[in-house]
């Protein structure tokens, strides 16, 4: 659908990203002097940024639903013969959504992160990253033209590289950023040639005039193509097949990382692209399928893994992939705003997990794999609660956030004929439940299974704060969505287009089969893990080797290295070592050894003696006179 | 009757043989240039010769201009070799063969 909303000045819009990028640059050069204030100026700012994006986005909402679209231009960014690109923001309902989740969750994860940073020298730098990451995200989602997007873009996975490697004295977090950052630009590159066949074919980066021409400009194979290309760029991003295996790595940075950039935020830019990009992929229409079994594959496969692991962090990790495969799944469906409310909720949930699971670390003393915890709701109560709900939500029991947005999902499934879509998915839920009732048997109930659970103990306030904040918000945000004309629908339809509905299983059906797949799968992880009745390792041992394969994520990581690490590595050697130190080099010294040796040769002739010279050059003169005389 | 151009040529050739003889097979850096003379003047008398056959008296200048040219170059030879048979006692020119490879 073509967009025909009115735009509006807004002249504010600049100052939700700036607040964040100033005290970032503060931080960065003046942070060491700041002291404990570094974490405090930047909640702060990241605060102040959320009071100016609600009050934006209750601006936008006060107008007709056909004139909800702001945009500000900031400056001619480059301007060369007729190609211009300006620095030019825009607030939209999808942008809204997006700048509430980053600014919102974002101050609250900084908050924590004063508490979780508190015995870290360098927290200023710590802090100074986590600022300059909520502003490249904010442009990410606030810009008004792809090349705003892509600096955006560009700009999270780069802080993304530097905070999963900020306790880079440990060699293995080092190689984790590298390994993001480098799966990740393999998806960026590809999105970028898609950005410069929107140039060749457009002229122009703004989104309004592409998705205006698009229908009349591109054929479906052009369409195709350029969707293909940028939808690649949200595959590194976001983590799904075949590019997830950087996520799982990327729990090596601390914990509030990976709540906001691994969780929350970034991972989830890939689903905005393709949602801000929906037209070229429903021109298309083959890259909406590509899109929805990308989506499809992910949520499966990702569930599989995050059963069998038994770091907690990394079990989130997972979790993350699989659930942004649902966002997919939701995107490639045309639920636009189905995978925006999932987006929301899961932000929610994951947030809160993650920084649950920092509040247990924390209380283990940096201790992760589960099989060492046990027994610690009764010394992290506040702890034990808040993740309870995230989980409980995730694994869809109502009236908890994640339940609405993953029956609304289901329910388009189903809804639109996709029986295969219905049935895979259910299967993703069940074992979504399963592994989140695992993780919460295995950490939280029980007997401590060593010293540190034994010891543990809750964290500050300033760590359960948040927690509550975010639990709260979990079990509330499912009223935005509570049923299908709910706030969230009416907010995205004008600008995204609305999903027809042919029918099917009524709502109250779907929601009971959902929540009977989550609570058997809940009550059958209490029978294995926690009722004492089975061996856990014993069952664990009958499932070999699946269950080791799983917990390396089915050697896709082993499989990359054979097929592209070990050769390019090898390529890599092969020119350094022979094409550069023989080839190179040989021709460089070859052509200097020969000039030395006849030059060597040639100064023999200076033989110092006047008389040989007077002889030579009076056979030169007689050949010279002779040659004369022969031609005449 | 005029004598005829090919005596003087004959003339001019042998002296410049011989001239070219004596740079070549002298090592006396003095003989040398008596021998490079010999050569100069052989030169000279080509060109007067061409002059009287040609009745043009161009050749008769040029000779001219190479007696100053020679001159000129006698005086900067022979300071050369005076200098460097002061330094080393010497002059035959096999000896001064510093500036080679």
Known sequence: ?632 | MRTPIAYFLLLAGLLFAMGTVGVLVNRNALRIFMAVELQLNAVNLTLVAFARMHNDLTGQVLAFFSMVVAAAEVVVGLAIIVSIYRRRRSVDVDDVREMRW
């Not at chain 1, 925006?340 to 997990?353: E, I, R, S, T």
């Open chain 1, 1 to 632: 659908m073509v967009e025909t909303l009115t735009s509006h000045d807004a002249s504010v819009l600049w100052v939700i990203p700036t607040l964040p990028l100033a005290i970032s640059m503060l931080n960065l050069f003046v942070g060491k002097r700041l002291g404990r204030w570094a974490g405090v100026l930047a909640t702060m700012a990241v605060a102040a940024s959320f009071a100016v994006a609600v009050a934006s986005v209750a601006d936008l909402l006060s107008r007709p639903a056909g004139e909800r679209l702001a945009s500000q231009h900031l400056f001619d960014w480059i301007s060369v013969g007729g190609f211009r690109v300006g620095a030019d923001l825009r607030l939209d309902g999808l942008s809204a959504m997006m700048i509430l989740v980053i600014t919102g969750i974002g101050a609250l994860i900084h908050l924590y992160s004063i508490g979780y940073m508190a015995h870290d020298e360098r927290r200023g730098r710590f802090f100074a990253y986590l600022n300059l990451f909520v502003f490249f995200m904010l442009m990410l989602v606030l810009g008004a033209n792809y090349l705003v997007l892509y600096l955006g873009w560009e700009g999270v996975g780069l802080c993304s590289f530097l905070l999963i490697g900020f306790w880079s004295d440990k060699l293995t977090n080092a190689e984790a950023a590298k390994k993001a950052f480098i799966t990740t630009r393999i998806g960026d590159t590809l999105m970028l040639v898609g950005l410069a066949t929107l140039v060749f074919k457009f002229g122009t980066l703004d989104f309004v005039p592409i998705f205006g021409a698009a229908p009349t400009v591109l054929t479906k194979d052009a369409a195709t193509v350029i969707a293909l290309l940028l939808f690649a760029g949200a595959i590194g991003k976001s983590a799904q097949l075949p590019l997830q295996v950087w996520l799982p790595d990327a729990m090596a940075g601390p914990t509030p990382v990976s709540a906001l950039i691994h969780a929350a935020t970034m991972v989830t830019a890939g689903v905005y692209l393709v949602i801000r990009s929906h037209v070229l992929f429903e021109i298309s229409g083959v890259a909406l399928t590509v899109v929805l079994v990308i989506g499809v594959a992910t949520a499966l496969f990702a569930a599989t893994c995050a059963i069998a692991q038994v770091d907690i962090k990394r079990v989130l990790a997972y979790s993350t992939i699989s659930q942004l495969g649902y966002m997919f799944i939701a995107v490639g469906m045309r639920a636009y705003a189905v995978a925006m409310f999932f987006l929301v909720a899961h932000a929610f949930y994951k947030a809160l997990m993650f920084l649950g699971a920092g509040s247990v670390i924390h209380g283990m003393h940096g201790e992760q794999d589960m099989r060492q915890m046990g027994g610690l709701r009764k010394v992290m109560p506040v702890t034990f609660v808040t993740f309870a709900i995230g989980a409980l939500a995730q694994a869809g029991i109502p009236p908890l956030a994640g339940f609405f947005a993953k029956d609304a999902l289901l329910e388009v499934a189903q809804h639109t004929g996709r029986t295969a879509v219905y049935g895979l998915g259910t299967l993703a839920a069940f074992l979504t439940a399963f592994y989140l009732g695992r993780m919460l048997i295995l950490t939280f109930f029980g007997k401590p299974r060593s010293d540190a659970a034994e010891h543990a103990h809750e964290s500050s306030p300033l760590i359960w704060i948040p927690l509550a904040i975010l639990a709260a918000g979990v079990a509330f945000a499912g009223v935005l969505e509570l049923n299908p004309e709910g706030k969230l629908t009416s907010l995205l339809d004008p600008l995204l287009g609305a999903l027809h509905d042919a029918g099917g299983l009524p709502f109250a059906t779907l929601a009971e089969i959902a929540v009977a797949v989550a609570v058997v799968a809940l009550a059958i992880t209490w029978w294995i893990y926690g009722s004492g009745r089975i061996d856990p390792n014993a069952f664990r041992a009958r499932m070999e080797p699946m269950a080791t394969a799983a917990q390396h994520g089915w050697y896709v990581d082993r499989a990359y290295d054979v097929v592209f690490v070990q050769p390019a590595k090898a390529l890599a050697r092969m020119t350094g070592e022979v094409l550069d130190a023989k080839v190179i080099d040989g021709a460089v010294n070859g052509v200097a050894g020969l000039v030395q040796r006849a030059a060597a040769g040639g100064r023999l002739i200076q033989t110092g003696f006047v008389r040989t010279y007077a002889l030579v050059l009076f056979l030169g003169a007689v050949l010279v006179l002779g040659y004369i005389g022969v031609r005449v």
